[in-house]
């Protein structure tokens, strides 16, 4: 199993910029794939961005329209979600999750979600 830890969270205005990660402790992350969700208050969870953890492909939940792009490190040891332009409806917690090589087609491992407050 892998642990997953969220990072970079924070306050910003709208029209701001975040940088969130996503770490495994021990090492080099052990997945077919990566993606991004988030959850506000009183809302169903939302998928943001999903990354092949190889190929290094992408998709995007359609509301992100350009604003934010998913990446990894070089090592495979962080995932990343450059958030850019940032919108009142951004604010939310936001998740990393893993695709395991025994249950690829699963988001079957989460961190525990980093806040991201949008307000002005």
């Known amino acids: 199993q892998v642990q997953l830890v969220e990072s970079g969270g924070g306050l910003v205005q709208p029209g701001g910029s975040l940088k969130l990660s996503c770490t495994a402790s021990g090492g080099t992350l052990n997945v077919v794939r990566m993606g991004w969700f988030r959850q506000a208050p009183g809302k169903d969870r939302e998928f943001v961005a999903s990354l092949h953890w190889l190929r290094r492909s992408g998709n995007y939940g359609d509301f992100v329209a350009g604003r934010f792009t998913i990446s990894r490190d070089d090592a495979k040891t962080t995932l990343y979600l450059q958030m850019n332009n940032l919108r009142l409806e951004d604010a939310a917690v936001y998740y990393c999750?893993?695709?395991?090589?025994?249950?690829?087609?699963?988001?079957?491992?989460w961190g525990r979600g980093t806040q991201v407050t949008v307000s002005s």
């Open positions: 999750a893993g695709r395991l090589p025994d249950a690829p087609t699963e988001w079957s491992c």
